[in-house]
């Protein structure tokens, strides 16, 4: 099972898994379920928007193949996910 979110900046989807969390330097399993859970309810006045913090390129982690080099997030033709730009938190809802 796959928990999506919608980053808010973007209206861009983000998926809660590793690969995603690994653009952000980040561990998935350090997130609660409830807190992936509360992002894809998309209920405003109830909920309030979830940022994590991004420490993309901190980590040594190389950018996928699909990723262009000038930074800019783009589809993979593979599942639709996109990497988080390295100046910005995605911020969820």
């Known amino acids: 099972m796959i928990i999506n979110g919608t980053d808010v900046t973007t ?6 898994t590793q690969d995603q969390f690994d653009a952000l330097c ?3 399993m350090q997130v609660p379920l409830g807190r992936a859970v509360a992002t894809s309810t998309a209920l405003p006045p109830l909920l309030t928007p979830i940022t994590f913090e991004n420490r993309g390129g901190t980590c040594g982690r190389k ?3 699909w990723r262009p080099r000038s930074g800019r997030p783009q589809a993979s033709r593979d599942s639709g ?5 390295r100046s910005r938190a995605p911020v969820l809802r």
């Open 63 to 65: 950018a996928p193949a």
């Open 11 to 16: 209206g861009a989807r983000f998926s809660f």
């Open 26 to 28: 980040a561990d998935l």
């Open 81 to 85: 996910a996109r990497a988080a730009p």
